[in-house]
């Protein structure tokens, strides 16, 4: 169950990533920082803080967290509340602390476990890509000793990963709403994976398994990426002649393709990604075939 703070009201500002504040907390009961902690937080330090260790004795921070079943690290962040009162949009921000669904036991190897709530948290982790971190963003994995282990609680559904990166350049849309929004489709990422997480054992009824992660990068700072869109616009005979758009390339990882979005509001944008969690949407989408990364 998570636990919520007051709202801050940011109607009038500009909303920014940063401005989730997210915290990582790991209750552990050893007196050293795991090596698997060490290395999220060398890749996240940046858009994230992580803390293990810091709450004293381990029974106590367990009973202040309100910990059920094992449960040792939670997310706090800054959740994004959309409102409409008395005919006035309102955007909001509200604390929220809630634990993420890895179990830990006595007898149980930490590192996997540390991974797999690491994967979870970063569903909403949006990331700056660079070549060199593109996959280990992008693709969740397990490793022991270097050696990927498969997933023993994954259902039986196809799995899909999709990196949607927010191409930063000269004509992005910066308004608040649109910002707003798509840092609230990030914190609903972040909690279709916790509910996934709860629900393990319940099937599911899509038929792929499709796990999202986002990313942002420059597009005039990409060499390959731009290419990568000039060739697309030239195949696909488009281009995009709106003043202002919020730009996206997805990849699909699983089968090596991808495609470019634009958007000019928040009702396509919401739209269009909230549904890319959906078998029926995603077979839809007209991919092309990817030559790098």
Request: with cysteine; glycine share 2%.
């Amino acid at each position: 169950m998570s636990s919520q703070g007051t709202e801050k009201d940011v109607t009038n500002q500009l909303v920014k990533y940063e401005d989730l504040d997210i915290k990582i907390i790991i209750v552990s009961s050893r007196y050293y920082i795991d090596l698997e902690t060490k290395e999220f937080d060398k890749n996240y330090h940046k858009i994230m803080k992580t803390y293990q260790n810091n709450f004293g004795n381990f029974n106590q921070a367990m009973e202040i967290f309100k910990s059920k079943n094992n449960a040792r690290i939670f997310v706090s962040y800054n959740d994004i509340l959309i409102k409409n009162e008395n005919e006035e949009n309102y955007i909001k921000l509200k604390k929220i602390l809630q634990p993420i669904p890895v179990n830990f036991t006595m007898n149980s190897s930490s590192g996997p476990k540390l991974q797999k709530a690491f994967n979870i948290i970063k569903s909403f982790a949006l990331q700056r890509i660079y070549r060199n971190n593109y996959s280990k963003h992008c693709i969740d994995r397990i490793l022991i000793d270097g050696e990927e282990i498969s997933n023993k609680e994954q259902t039986g559904e196809t799995r899909i990963n999709l990196c949607v990166i927010n191409l930063e350049h000269r004509q992005d849309l910066l308004e608040n709403s649109i910002n707003a929004n798509f840092y609230k489709i990030l914190i609903d990422n972040l909690n279709q994976k916790i509910s996934i997480g709860h629900k393990q054992e319940k099937s599911n009824p899509e038929e792929y398994q499709i796990n999202i992660n986002y990313g942002i990068t420059s597009l005039e700072g990409n060499k390959e990426i731009k290419n990568l869109l000039k060739n697309y616009s030239e195949t696909k005979h488009l281009t995009f002649n709106d003043e202002n758009f919020k730009l996206f390339l997805i990849i699909d990882d699983t089968h090596e393709k991808f495609t470019f979005k634009a958007f000019t509001d928040k009702a396509s944008l919401n739209n269009f990604l909230t549904d890319l969690h959906h078998s029926d949407f995603y077979e839809d989408i007209s991919f092309s075939v990817l030559n790098f990364y």
